[in-house]
């Protein structure tokens, strides 16, 4: 019977790059077990030994192994190659005139952090809801003299002829 070669077997089309990777991985992987034979035994592998290891290379397991190894060298690459281009991006984007302002705004907030800068913001946002209470009932209660008054007025010119109703301060009086 004979044998695949492991070219054919992880290179099926010669335009596949993952391919062209696991086969790359393959070979690392020969040499590797070739310089330890000859490590161990002080001689090149012999026939069998280069036999033993291309029948083992062809196991559904090692073809895995080579396409895993593959994969995650262009994973490895591919995340690099993204890391570098994010970093030049944002080089790019941090001389520009809005990088500057943006750069700029974000300092100002880092300062407004902490303790002192809630108790500011707090105390801020504080004011603007009592000035806004304060500001209501002043329309309120102005719109409840001025109503008082074109009732007296509308009394006193003969317009209606209802008695007004007692103004603020008369009531309190009471």
Known sequence: MVTPSVFSLLLPHPHDTLAALAY???????????????????????????????????????????????????????NATLDAKREALHADFTSTAIGRQLAAIQAELRARRGPL???????????VNVLTILLI?????????????????????GVTQATPRPSLDEENRH
């Open 24 to 78: 790359a991985s393959y070979k690392h992987h020969e040499m590797q077990t070739y310089a330890a034979i000859e490590a161990q035994t002080g001689h090149p592998p012999t026939p069998e030994d280069v036999d033993t290891f291309e029948r083992a290379a062809t196991t559904p397991v090692c073809l895995a192994m080579y396409h895993r190894q593959a994969d995650s060298f262009m994973n490895a690459f591919v």
């Open 117 to 127: 800068g809630l108790f500011r913001d707090v105390g801020a946002n504080l004011s």
């Open 137 to 157: 009932a002043a329309l309120v209660f102005g719109y409840r003299l001025l109503d008082d008054g074109l009732d007296r007025l509308s009394f006193r010119t």
